[in-house]
C-alpha cells in the first residue's frame, strides 16, 4: 500500500510537471512565432495558422501596417520629386523636332495667331545594334606584255595578303575581340554566340 501511494504521488508530480513544462513551451512558441511575424512576415497579409496558435500576432501586424500607413502618408507630402540624372554628354545627340499642326497655332480664345514663347525638352535612350560589314580585300595583278608577245614566260606580281590573326580565315581582329570578349567578360558560351550570327545568316 505503501509503494502504491508513492507511486500514485511520483505520478501526480511528473503529470503536473509535464503540464507546467507543456505550458512554458506553449508560451516560448508563442513568443517565436510573434517574432518571426514581426521579423520576416509579410506585413500586407495575416499570418498562416495564427488564429489557431494565438490572437495577438494579427493584433501586432495590424498595428505596424497602421503605422507604415501613417508614415507613407506623412512622407508623402514631405518629399521631393527625385529628379533624374542627366545622360553624359559624351553620347551622340539626334534631335527631334515634334511641333504642332499649323491649324493648331492659332488662339482658342480670339482667333489670333499664337507665337512660340518657349520650349520643352526631353531625352531617352535608343539602343543601336551592332552592325556587320564584309571587308572585301582586292590584289591587282601585274605581268609583262612584252614578254607575253616574245613568248617568253612572264612572272605575275601580286601584293602580298595583309596579315590576319588566324591563316585563311573570315575573322577580323575586331571580330575576334568581339568574340573573346563575350565568351570570357560577359560568360556568353560560344555556342550562343554561334546561334546569334546564325539568326543574321552567317555560319561561323
Known sequence: EQLKQMLLELQQRM???????DVAYQ??????????AQ???KKSEKMPGADEVFNEVEFVLDEHDKKLLAKENADVTT??????KPLPQALPRKVVVVDIDESD?????CQSPLH???????EALEFVPAHIKVIKTIRPKYTCRHCERNGIESVVKTALMPATPIPKSIATPSLLSQIITCKYQFG????R????????GLEL
Open 79 to 84: 518629399k521631393i520629386k527625385p529628379k533624374r
Open 105 to 109: 497655332k492659332i488662339c482658342d480664345c
Open 15 to 21: 503529470e503536473s510537471e509535464l503540464a507546467e513544462k
Open 116 to 122: 512660340k514663347m518657349g520650349e520643352s525638352s526631353s
Open 27 to 36: 508560451l516560448l512558441l508563442e513568443r517565436y512565432n510573434l517574432k518571426l
Open 193 to 200: 554566340q554561334e546561334t546569334m550570327f546564325s539568326d543574321i
Open 39 to 41: 521579423e520576416y512576415g
Open 188 to 191: 556568353l558560351p560560344l555556342n
